[in-house]
């Protein structure tokens, strides 16, 4: 089964479709919330360079936000 990081934040509609799109296609998700820890914060501008979210994490690569392009970036990488 293939495992994502998906960096988060309460609320936010783009983490929630990403969260369900992932689920969706049986990848199990990991999810770090960076408004409850500054070391989580820290740690996805050192990994992806950028403080956006949502972000997610698939084997070294990383996927920012949630719209049609990075849906089939995805894809591509998930190979559905």
Do not use: W
């Not at 293939?2 to 783009?14: D, L, M, N, Q, S």
């Amino acid at each position: 089964m293939v495992k994502a990081v998906v960096y988060t934040a309460p609320e936010c509609p783009h983490s929630k479709k990403v969260k369900e799109f992932l689920s969706g296609n049986s990848v199990e998700i990991e999810e770090k919330c960076v408004f409850t820890s500054p070391e989580t914060l820290q740690e996805l501008k050192e990994l992806s360079g950028q403080m956006a979210i949502p972000v997610t994490a698939i084997d070294g690569d990383f996927f920012s936000g949630f719209d049609r392009r990075t849906e089939r970036r995805l894809k591509r990488k998930l190979g559905v």
